[in-house]
Every structure is written in C-alpha cells, then in structure tokens.
C-alpha cells in the first residue's frame, strides 16, 4: 500500500532548485519562493509540487494543513566531528583566560584529549553517543550529513570510528556520508615525525576502500599541525586511491590552505577563515566549495569571521555548516548558525539558505539527492514553525522546526506543552 502525505496551505514553499547546484556568487542572492502552495509525497518521494487550491482535494494517508508555514528542502550539514568519546568542558576556563586553541593543543589538550578519551571508549558507547547527537540534529531540521573521524590518529581508534559512522548511518534514517580525517592532529608517538603519521595514515587508504568506510579523505592544515607540502603529498595519495578531499584550511594562520585546496580539486575547503585575497580569488574561479564555520570562530572568542561577502562576491560557491565537535565547536544547532552568517558573516538571507541546502548537498557530493525539494527525489522535507524564510536567520538561538520529514517518514514533530 503506497504510503502518501500532502502538505497544503504552504505560506512560503523554497524549493531551492531555482539554478542547479552548486551555486555561486550572485546567484546566491536569489531564491524563488511558492506562496500558498502543496506538496504531495508518496512512497519517501515527492509526487507533486503545485499550487495549493489545484492539489488540498487530493486523498492521503495524513493531510497537514500548514496554515501559512514557511517549508523548505530538509537541511543538509556538510562537516562535523559526530564520533568521539568524552567531552572537554574542563577547557572552558582556559579558553577565557585566552589561551589560544593552538596552545592548548601544544600541551596535549584540546584534540589530543579527545583522542586518548575516544581511544579508550568501546564501539557501542562510540555509536549510543553518535546515535544520540544524530536525533539532536535531525531535531534541528537536518536529513543528511557528514561525519569525520579524527580523533584516533592510529589504525584501531580510526577503523572504529569509520564503522561507528557507518553502522549509524546504516541504521538511522539520516543519510550520513563518511570522511576520513586520520589526519587532524600530531599525537605523542608521532611528534617527532609527523611524515611517519601521514604514512600510517595513508596506509590505511585500501582497507578503508575495500569496506567502504569513507568517501573522502581531509587533513588539518595548520600551524603546529600539518604543512602546506605535507598536506600536498598526503591529499594525492588519496587521490590516487580514489578517493575525493577535504581540507581544514587557513582557519587559524593564513598558510595558503586555501589555493592548496582548490590546486588539489578539493570538493571543498573548510574554515577559511583567514584567507587571503589570492585565496578567495582563486576559490572563486574554481569547483572547490568554501565551507564556512562561524560557529567555530565564535565558541573560539578569535573575532575573526570568513570573508564570506568577499568570496560571493568574487563568484565563489559557500555552504555554511555547524563544525559539530567537541572542543571548537560544541552545538548541534544549525539555525544558529544561520543567524551567524547573517549578523556575523553579513550573508543575506538568500545566501544563508543556498549555503545550508543545494551547496551543502555539492559539498559532500549529494547535490543529485538531498538539498532541493524536487517531483521524484527523495521527500527530505521540513516545515518551520515560521512565516517567512527570512524568520530562521533572525530569531536567533531557538529551535523554530516544526515537522521533519525523511524520505517521506515523519522523523520528529514539535512536542506541545500541555498547557
Ligand atoms: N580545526 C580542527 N578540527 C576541528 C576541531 C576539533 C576539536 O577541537 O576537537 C574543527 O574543525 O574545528
Ligand atoms: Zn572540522
């Protein structure tokens, strides 16, 4: 029996397939909105997007009027840290008495702590844990997103953290894609040579192929992490394995992240929040996606946001994304984020809504499936508790998500006080 459900009395429908995606520079700033419109989902698939009047008669399973509510495409978070054992609030103190983020790392706090305390955890309190911060994110609207390993640096913690993803992605109804960051920090055994770790890294590069634990490889490239020219080598290995990449670049110092990223045919660069102006030209004339992380320069206290006006503005492709991790970036809330963008980043609403949807979806190769609401895809789908799309951005720090659906399914749905 098909399983249908229509949506009707749609106040504002974004559709976010107005250009196809990824979408850059001005075409960022401008969206197509469906007032008084009706969507009808039948069997995980949209069946029929029309004006509201011609579809409210049509018979379904569950009929929601949505009484003028803003619905948008389900959202779609291109860069987190999902698995990792621990939690770090000890370092909260050191963070306002302004030790930076790089010298906590040098005296083996920050990720190297989650490191030894997701060594230490079992596969199962990994995946509760994964398990538990994938409901808090699909609560935010989200149904796809991206998980990075990281925090093993050797073959045992790194493997187990792939197959936490993968198990929690085969078993929860958001789709998750895998990325393999064996490559995020220089850990005790390696400090005197970080080749050495590279090499360890890159050795993993077939097995994690031949089980399909990851689709992309990524580095941190920073100061006291990885150099512009260790990132290089180790970026072509994976190419050479097949794999694509992702860098975490130019977030902290300005080490040229950025072209290296968009010189290795990254799909995206990450952070970015310290690039240059030969950076953000030459992301703008090429594929690579700027990946925005406001969230992390904020909880950081560094001041310094992304120049995401320059990149659109030179024609660049920017999705924007929460950077959920225990230490620099400790929120699941990716409406924050948006509010962000806007006050922070000064990204117009337009913009803000590509950045979490269609380029979003490109940024971790799933443009063809997650981030648009379209006649035959997949039913990724969220009704707001708002009237217009410009509302998310503007009413900060709150939760506005009505009702998500995945693949059709009802996924979460605002509880009602009994008041
Ligand atoms: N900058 C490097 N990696 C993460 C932070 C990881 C952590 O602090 O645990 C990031 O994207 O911000
Ligand atoms: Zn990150």
Partial sequence: MAQTTLLYNIGQLLTMDQHDGPVRGEKMGSIDVKENYAVFMKDGKVEKIAPSDELKHTDADEKIDCKGKLVTPGLVEPHTHLVFGGSREHEMALKQQGVPYLEILKQGGGILSTVRSTRKASEKELYERAMFHLNRMATYGITTMEAKSGYGMDRETELKQLRVAKKAGEDHPLDLVSTFLGAHAITEEYKDNPKALLDEMASMFDQIKEEDLAEFVDIFTETGVFTIEQSRRYLQKAKDHGFDVKMHADEIDPLGGTQLAVEMGATT???????????????????????????????????????????????AAIAISTDFNPGSSVTENIQLIMSLAALKMKMTPEEIWHAVTVNAAHAINRGDEAGQIKEGRKADVVIWDAPNYLYIPYHYGVNHVNTVFKAGQKLYERGDLLV
């Fill in 269 to 315: 660069g990450d952070h970015l929040a310290v690039a240059t102006d030969e950076g953000i030209k030459e992301l703008a004339n090429s594929n690579t996606i700027g990946v925005l992380l406001p969230g992390t320069i904020f909880y950081l206290g560094k001041g310094e946001f992304a120049r995401a006006r320059d990149m659109i503005e030179a024609g």
